[in-house]
């Protein structure tokens, strides 16, 4: 049977490096026989500004963000999908802003007992991936950044896969020279159709 993937880009620029690395990534992945589905959340319309700590997710039995808008229709149908995988620039030190709406949002995903501290989490998805573009070092945002949702994975017991690309070119143009980069992108498309292994 097919994996299904949902590949979340956050990038605000069209044919920037990380719309770039996700399109190799989500072309491998397909080729590999995968169905994906890409969604920029760059276009979607929020009713809030993110998530308002309102708690109302903790109070209902479905594991759904109370908040009515696109981005909480996107996280209702994450658990349906075998893979999420979360495609960032790294501006500062993190995910950008666009990315960490939806990743908030997903607090609804778990449900916390706040007498003992205990917790379950939504099923589904069992591999997040990310993959992540900076200008700079491995040492500075990206890997900052590798330690949130590597985090989450960890969290929520699910597998982790990343591709990390620092020292990204400021002309996208360029990344199209470093095929290291595709390589890598191909490879890691290939794994999460279920077709290889990284």
């Known amino acids: ?17 990380t719309n770039m690395l996700a399109g190799w990534v989500a072309a491998a992945a397909e080729e590999a026989g995968a169905k994906v589905e890409v969604v920029d959340v760059t276009k ?15 109070k209902r039995a479905k594991f759904e963000c109370v908040i009515r808008d ?11 999908f075998d893979a999420v995988v979360f495609a960032t620039p790294v501006y500062f030190f993190g995910p950008n802003a666009q990315l960490k709406v939806v990743l908030d949002r997903m607090f609804s995903h778990i449900k916390i007992d706040m007498k ?4 379950t989490h939504v099923k589904g998805y069992p591999v997040i991936g990310l993959l992540a573009t900076a200008g700079g070092d491995l040492n500075e945002g990206l890997n900052i950044c590798k330690m949130t949702f590597k985090t989450l994975a960890e969290f929520t017991g699910k597998k982790f896969e990343t591709l990390l690309v620092p020292l990204a070119p400021g002309n996208p143009a ?12 191909i490879k890691l498309g290939r794994k999460l159709a279920g077709k290889q292994r990284a």
């Open 1 to 17: 049977m097919a994996k299904k993937i949902l590949m979340l880009c956050s990038s605000p620029r069209k044919n920037g490096n």
């Open 116 to 119: 003992t501290g205990n917790y």
């Open 44 to 58: 979607l319309k929020l009713k809030s500004a993110g998530c308002t700590a309102c708690m109302g997710c903790q």
């Open 70 to 80: 696109e981005v909480s229709t996107l996280v209702k149908r994450i658990p349906g």
């Open 174 to 185: 360029e990344l199209l020279k470093r095929e290291d980069v595709r390589k890598k992108a």
